[in-house]
Every structure is written in structure tokens, then in C-alpha cells.
């Protein structure tokens, strides 16, 4: 995870060139720091797994307060399977770097979209009886959501969201299988601009 957040501040960092350019006066409304906490949705296979807690803190900026850049990180939960002998579950987390949009639509409501890419660690864990076995499996993917919402004050924001996240575990290849999974979320959101 420290790995993640140092690359969210590199990004942050990156960034502050064009925020340099901005006028003056409204230079660091542009920037913004969201966290979204919510259910996950879990859709693979026969497996439906609707009980697990989403988060997600999200890094950006946005030209003209409307479209910007955004990394972030995701826990998306854990998905579990029991069987009459074992148990079969996967946790992934994702990194996720894309972009972002905002539009007022009437007076402080507001309608949001975002999408990209994301690279997604999922330990996959198979328990018989008191033993457990683990691997973790490190693949790329996609993202994208929308949501609506109200801002509060100039800075203030709160929104509900549904993303989905499409994730992969395993390997694809020849001796290997390669598992595609898609994890629906939904969450209420605080979006802080400075």
C-alpha cells in the first residue's frame, strides 16, 4: 500500500505545473481528494457475493472545475464460497489511474463520471479444514462509474456512486486459466476541493 501512495503523491505532484498555469484566484479549487465507502457487488460465475464493504480515496484535478485527471486506490472486499469440505475466496485491491468529470446541472446538483485503468492485486485462498493455502496474482484491468450529488459549500461535495470494476486472477496461458470477474459497487461519497 505505501507504494500506492507514494504513487498517488508523485501524480499530485506531477500535476502542479498545470495548476500553476490556472488563474490566481481560483488555482487550487481544481484539486480534490474524494473517498467513497459502500458495498460491493460481486459478479463471477456462480458466486454472487453482495455483503462486502467497498472503499475508495481518489487524487485529482480538473480543468475548468469539469474534466482532470485522478489516481486512487480501491479496496473492493472479499468474495467467499463455502463448500461442504472447503471454502474458496479472493480479496482484491486496486490501483487506478483515469479520468474524471463534474457537471453542475441545477443550481449546487451535480452529475459525476470517471473510468480508466487499474492494476489489481486479489489474494485467492482455498481453507480445508485448519489449512489454508494463498496466492496473490497481480493483473491490469479497467474501471468506470458515475454518480450524482450536491455540493454542500464551495468545497464540500457529497455524491452517491455505482462503479464497476473489471478484475482478472491468475494467469492466462497455456497451462494456466485466467479468472475475469466484475465487481459492482455502491457508495456514498465525501469529495473535498482545496
Known amino acids: 500500500m505505501n507504494k500506492i501512495l507514494l504513487a ?3 501524480a499530485v505532484v506531477a500535476a502542479a505545473p498545470f495548476a500553476a498555469q490556472a488563474d490566481e484566484s481560483n488555482q487550487l479549487d481544481n484539486f480534490f481528494v474524494a473517498g467513497n ?3 460491493s457487488n460481486y459478479r463471477l460465475g456462480g458466486v454472487s457475493d453482495k455483503t462486502d464493504v467497498f472503499q475508495n480515496v481518489r487524487f485529482g484535478w480538473r480543468w475548468n472545475g469539469i ?3 485522478e489516481v486512487g486506490y480501491a479496496y473492493l472486499g ?3 464460497n463455502d463448500f461442504d469440505f472447503a471454502s474458496v475466496s479472493a480479496k482484491p485491491r486496486v490501483a487506478q489511474i483515469g479520468i474524471n468529470a463534474k457537471y453542475n446541472f441545477y443550481n449546487n446538483w451535480f452529475v459525476t463520471g470517471h473510468g480508466g ?3 489489481s492485486r486479489t489474494t485467492g485462498a482455498v481453507t480445508v479444514g485448519d489449512e489454508t493455502a494463498s496466492q496473490r496474482s ?3 484491468g479497467w474501471y468506470a462509474g458515475a454518480g450524482v450529488g450536491y455540493d454542500l459549500t464551495k468545497n464540500v461535495a457529497l455524491g452517491l456512486n455505482y462503479d464497476n470494476y473489471h478484475i482478472k486472477y491468475g494467469r492466462a ?3 494456466e486459466s485466467q479468472v475475469n470477474a466484475n465487481v459492482a459497487t455502491y457508495s456514498a461519497s465525501v469529495e473535498v476541493k482545496f
Do not use: D, T
Open 8 to 10: 498517488a503523491a508523485l
Open 37 to 39: 465507502l459502500g458495498q
Open 67 to 69: 474534466v482532470g485527471a
Open 78 to 80: 472479499k468474495v467467499k
Open 117 to 119: 485503468y487499474l492494476r
Open 138 to 140: 497481480w493483473n491490469n
Open 173 to 175: 496461458g497455456a497451462q
